[in-house]
T-cell receptor
Framework: DVKVTQSSRYLVKRTGEKVFLECVQD?????MFWYRQDPGLGLRLIYF???????EKGDIPEGYSVSREKKERFSLILESASTNQTSMYLC????????????FGPGTRLTVT | AQTVTQSQPEMSVQEAETVTLSCTYD???????LFWYKQPPSRQMILVIR??????QNATENRFSVNFQKAAKSFSLKISDSQLGDTAMYFC?????????????FGKGTHLIIQP
């Protein structure tokens, strides 16, 4: 069974803090993704990675960065959290050639106060 | 760039009824994948059904089926004999099939409520 795990289900941070959201998958997937989910806006792609140390911007990368030092782990970093980054963050992964099979983590609900 | 549009923010039906969720998309690609994902309250996103654009036959998974109209760029989801456990957010999503690393493009979602 494919498993995508995220380090926290709920997180509360203060404005200006540096925030790390961690995602780990156990199926040796090459591709990993970070999405942001907001009511009425659906899911929007922040960043993705297709290999270790490789990263590509998605549709809304501003205010975020990512790190992929190991194949199984993909981190989303908020360098200086702001209240407009309060949201649900979903991680996903898939095999490079299995475009039709993307697996999602449970999500991290981040509140920035 | 692709866009996915779900025009029904919320729908409510009685248990055992049939319900259809609509989705339209825009792309210049000829081959691609379309998906319906379900997100129950406070639970994980799961894949309900997928369709590859070059396949003319509509996909079916038990009570879930799609009506894929490629020329009209329409991809609706039909849920037959709806159950209380079908209450969830439903997202339509699009993916190129070109083998790239790109993620999915999602619609804004439809909140489906099944009433007892």
């Amino acid at each position: 069974d494919v498993k995508v795990t995220q380090s926290s289900r709920y997180l509360v941070k203060r404005t200006g803090e540096k925030v790390f959201l961690e995602c780990v998958q156990d199926m040796d997937h090459e591709n990993m993704f970070w999405y942001r989910q907001d009511p009425g806006l659906g899911l929007r792609l922040i960043y993705f990675s297709y290999d270790v140390k490789m990263k590509e911007k998605g549709d809304i990368p501003e205010g975020y960065s990512v790190s992929r030092e190991k194949k199984e782990r993909f981190s989303l970093i908020l360098e200086s959290a702001s209240t407009n980054q309060t949201s649900m963050y979903l991680c996903a992964s898939r095999q490079r050639d299995r475009i039709y099979e993307q697996y999602f983590g449970p999500g991290t609900r981040l509140t920035v106060t | 760039a692709q866009t996915v549009t779900q025009s029904q923010p919320e729908m409510s039906v009685q248990e055992a009824e049939t319900v259809t969720l609509s989705c339209t998309y825009d792309t210049s690609e000829n081959n691609y994948y379309l998906f319906w994902y379900k997100q129950p309250p406070s639970r994980q996103m799961i894949l309900v059904i997928r369709q590859e654009a070059y396949k003319q036959q509509n996909a079916t998974e038990n009570r879930f089926s799609v009506n894929f109209q490629k020329a009209a760029k329409s991809f609706s989801l039909k849920i037959s004999d709806s159950q209380l456990g079908d209450t969830a957010m439903y997202f339509c999503a699009f993916s190129n099939s070109g083998g790239g690393a790109d993620g999915l493009t999602f619609g804004k979602g439809t909140h489906l409520i099944i009433q007892p």
